[in-house]
């Protein structure tokens, strides 16, 4: 996942024989650099739009916490012919470990700033800019955020770029120091049959609540008295599609910042992404996007403010319908069995023209309508080359 590695250096001289005074080098203040608008994509997940080296065109970059490096999607780099190496670096994500490239020394360039001597390894991306339905070109991670200090204004969507130093923080809100190993880790209470402590990781780019590792679940047996089994479901990731759970804990907090029933998904870590027994999963960007953020890496800070988000009403509905925009439709791929998704009568390859009033083809604004329903869902959908309507009654996960 991802690393940030800082020291602060302090020194003190005494000035003379029995003097107590203490001559202290001043931090010079930090400076504001830059500002570039944020966009959003569904889970709370954002991205920025900045260019690499001299190429003219704009590209798609995820805010990632998440992730220790920086990186490009494959296919980018070859539309652009950018001249990458092979490496015998590895990366670990879901579906395992691989070698990857790496476009070394690069430029990244935004309004307002000009980021040197950046090594962006090289990953396949494909699956994200199916799920978001915007072309991901890349996820800026732990080389950018260690340089600077970052506010994630999520009431203004703008991120504000400030040098290291001396920062006054806004008021109104919460400092947490999370311990930095390779990525933001904090100390995080939640509740369900017992109150539990646990180490998560702090996850911008994962667009969820609550992620427990099913090791961590089984071994605290935090979810044993549950009644309701949990709900099997799709999710995606760097490394590709992954079959997860899906239930709700009682309530997680966040410094001195309480949530309840929070929607939380189980995940079967084969490859010990979330580094049980050490952590027990991750805070996503579904309750990090509730605050407006200052992430100051050099001083292991991060500073956390409510936002008009904060207490927007989770989402709860459950659909079983996994669906991807591939060649500019919104295509279906998965259908769990038994969920309301296979009762409805959807079948894999189903194209969605519509769902109620919105023909929009925007996969974002559907993922918003089955998140959010209360009632049945009316679907006009391609089949065959021929319009079918499905009505659907999305699934409570409680």
Same mark, same amino acid.
């Given at each position: ?53 001299? %190429?003219? !065109? =704009?590209?798609?970059? &995820?805010?990632?916490?998440? /992730?220790?490096?920086?990186?490009? $999607? #494959? ?125 998560? %990781?702090? !996850? =911008?780019?994962?667009? &969820?609540?609550?992620?427990? /590792?099913?090791?961590?679940?089984? $071994? #605290? ?178």
């Amino acid at each position: 996942m991802k690393r940030y590695i800082l020291t602060l250096l302090c020194s003190a001289i005494l000035l003379g024989v029995g003097s107590r005074a203490q001559d202290k080098a001043e931090e010079a203040p930090s400076v504001h650099i830059a500002t570039v608008p944020l966009h959003a994509l569904t889970g709370g997940v954002v991205f920025i739009r900045a260019c690499v080296n001299d %190429y003219a !065109d =704009t590209l798609n970059f &995820l805010l990632d916490t998440g /992730s220790g490096g920086i990186s490009l $999607d #494959s296919t980018t780099c070859v539309e652009f012919g950018m001249p990458v190496v092979p490496t015998e670096k590895t990366i670990r994500g879901i579906a395992g470990v691989r070698k990857v490239d790496f476009l070394f020394g690069a430029r990244l360039k935004m309004p307002g700033l000009t980021v040197d001597s950046l090594d962006f390894h090289v990953n396949d991306y494909e699956i994200l800019t199916s799920v978001y339905g915007i072309k991901v070109d890349g996820i800026i991670g732990y080389s950018f955020f260690n340089r600077y200090i970052i506010r994630l204004d999520y009431d203004n969507m703008l991120m504000e770029v400030h040098t290291p130093g001396a920062y006054r923080y806004p008021k109104g809100g919460h400092l947490l120091r999370p311990l930095m190993t390779s990525l933001p880790i904090l100390t995080t209470r939640f509740r369900d049959a017992d109150d539990m402590e646990a180490r998560f %990781y702090f !996850d =911008t780019g994962a667009g &969820l609540p609550f992620l427990l /590792s099913e090791s961590y679940a089984r $071994d #605290s047996a935090v979810l044993a008295h549950k009644r309701k089994q949990p709900l099997v479901t799709q999710a995606e990731g760097v490394g590709g599609k992954m079959t997860m759970k899906l239930t709700t804990v009682k309530g997680v907090r966040v410094g001195p910042y309480r949530f309840r029933k929070v929607p939380t998904f189980l995940f079967d870590d084969k490859y010990n992404v979330t580094s049980y027994p050490f952590l027990g999963g991750l805070v996503g960007n579904e309750i990090l996007h509730r605050f407006n953020t200052v992430l100051n890496y050099q001083k292991r800070e991060i500073h956390l403010v409510p936002n008009h988000f904060h207490r927007v009403p989770f989402d709860y509905a459950y659909t079983g319908l996994g669906i991807y925009f591939v060649h500019r439709k919104v295509l279906v791929e998965d259908v769990i069995p038994s969920s309301p998704a296979q009762q409805a009568g959807f079948l894999v390859g189903d194209i969605i023209v519509g769902i109620n009033n919105d023909f929009s083809n925007n996969i974002t604004s559907y993922k918003n309508l089955m998140q959010h329903a209360v009632g049945r869902l009316r679907f006009v959908v391609s089949r065959n080359g021929k319009l079918l309507i499905l009505r659907m009654r999305p699934a409570r996960i409680y």
